[in-house]
């Protein structure tokens, strides 16, 4: 069974992108990031997806991107709230974690090596987030290159290969991915500004294009966005 | 003044680039890795450099790269001694750590997007190193480019340099260079091995390339390997 290191971050892309990885027979790694985000209970979803999904292992690794600082998800600046759709879709949003993928892709990278996996997988979506540089088409391909540069493997002449399985979805093509591969969403977590109780705020661009792609699906969300509906 | 970050592990080759990088004018912000290496020795020289060189500021990054195995730096492998100058130039080494400088320039990335630096130094050497991938001119190439498709400022317009400003040089010329610039060697520290007292050992490839430097550009090093004067 050939290995696959995914990323997983306890929202539902990275959950369907893991279910996704299951399904074409790779023998699972899950890594996750603890990175001074406001939100631990992002952990906690990861750690019960890797369990529900049976993978051959779960890494969390800890990062402190709060010591770099430049955004919302790591500082103490306000995440937006009931931004317009034209806006969520135009603007990079202060939510923009900076480099945070390079260095997601980079440890990714590592394991990789060290354990004989060349796959990687990234749940990274251009359509919903197309604000996000580091969410394009043009970057995964950029970090596949780089990585067969970078590494004794690469330069051996083993391939690497970055797979971006949701980079053109919709968020509802998303859910009905993950619906048919039995991706149970209850134990999926999608919000930004999420309470000390883990309640969702229904609110920010996280929580709405969770609704929204819900809503477009035509699935109930069983753990839905509270204002959203 | 222009803000520089400047990738500082301690050892010579990154206290030259860091003296070349205050010599063109730019505001320093330094930062060092402690990765599980074994030998924190190169944390503590890597803030007297700092501390020398009167840095804007100097940030110690925790990452558990031990973690991901795979490197005798980070591992329980023995580090390689008495290998012939053949080897050195011909093998990629046990001590290789996977994705190490991909990872270091990925946080690099992120402080200098969040701080508004756009030039990234660090003290990477295609010819004395030649077995590390990550460390060839072509390395530094792609990862510019992905820095310039990864963050909101690159897309902006705005651009990121990867500055190596060693890696065509030998050993005896960054020596030269670094005497030049006024660096005090004897702040710096190269051995793999280090004992628990942080003697060097004399007998691993960055001790024994230290030592032909040393030799080759007719300057006593002040910190000399036991075994290779």
């Given at each position: 069974m050939k290995r696959a290191i995914v990323l997983l971050s306890g929202g539902l892309d990275s959950a369907t992108t893991l279910a996704m990885a299951k399904q074409e027979g790779y023998d699972?790694?899950?890594?996750?990031?603890?990175?001074?985000?406001?939100?631990t209970i992002e952990i906690a979803s990861a750690k019960n997806i890797a369990q529900n999904f049976d993978v051959r292992q779960h890494r969390v690794a800890k990062i402190d991107l709060r010591a770099f600082g430049g955004s919302a998800l790591t500082d103490s600046i306000d995440v937006p709230k009931h931004r317009s759709e034209d806006e969520i879709e135009s603007k990079i949003p202060v939510t923009y974690v900076p480099a945070r993928n390079t260095i997601f892709l980079s440890y990714a990278l590592a394991w990789a090596e060290a354990i004989g996996a060349r796959d990687i997988f990234i749940g990274v979506n251009?359509?919903?987030?197309s604000g996000y540089p580091d969410c394009r088409p043009e970057f995964i391909d950029q970090f596949e290159r780089l990585a067969n540069l970078a590494t004794k493997a690469g330069v051996s002449g083993e391939r690497f290969r970055i797979h971006a399985p949701l980079i053109a979805m919709t968020k509802a093509e998303i859910i009905r991915k993950g619906g048919e591969l039995g991706l149970d969403f209850s134990l999926t977590h999608s919000c930004y500004d999420p309470g000390s109780d883990g309640a969702v705020c229904g609110e920010c661009d996280s929580c709405r294009l969770r609704a929204r792609g819900f809503r477009e699906a035509g699935i109930p969300d069983p753990r839905p966005c509270l204002s959203s509906s």
């Open positions: 699972v790694f899950a890594l996750s990031f603890e990175y001074g985000q406001r939100h251009a359509l919903d987030y």
